[in-house]
Nanobody, 115 residues
Framework: QVHPVESGGGLVQAGGSLRLSCAASRSIVSIPAMGWYRQAPGKQRELVAT???????NYADSVKGRFTISRDNAKNTVYLQMNSLKPEDTAVYYC?????????WGQGTQVTISS
């Protein structure tokens, strides 16, 4: 099993930056995919960024060029660096990990961008 735990959310002004962290309960070197979803009030959860075991990445079009996903295998942690933040980035951000056919979710961390 994997138990992702997010941290790093908060309130920032538009144009600012935040870095989210997702710490896994086991080594991430064998986890096929980890990444981030977000859910804004009244909207469906949407994929933000994914990093696969081969370090390939995918991003939502809305965050390309602004967000970067990365990993630190020694710390069993995946990061989401978010720059040039916009009010529409306001959401609860959830870390996920897929492992042996299951998807594991963190509890979510609130990101609020003020205009």
């Amino acid at each position: 099993q994997v138990h992702p735990v997010e941290s790093g959310g908060g309130l920032v002004q538009a144009g600012g930056s935040l870095r989210l962290s997702c710490a896994a309960s086991r080594s991430i070197v064998s986890i096929p995919a980890m990444g981030w979803y977000r859910q804004a009030p009244g909207k469906q959860r949407e994929l933000v960024a994914t990093m696969r075991i081969n370090t390939s990445t995918n991003y939502a079009d809305s965050v390309k060029g602004r967000f970067t996903i990365s990993r630190d295998n020694a710390k069993n942690t995946v990061y989401l660096q978010m720059n040039s933040l916009k009010p529409e980035d306001t959401a609860v951000y959830y870390c996920y990990a897929t492992y042996y056919g299951n998807t594991y979710w963190g509890q979510g961390t609130q990101v609020t961008i003020s205009s």
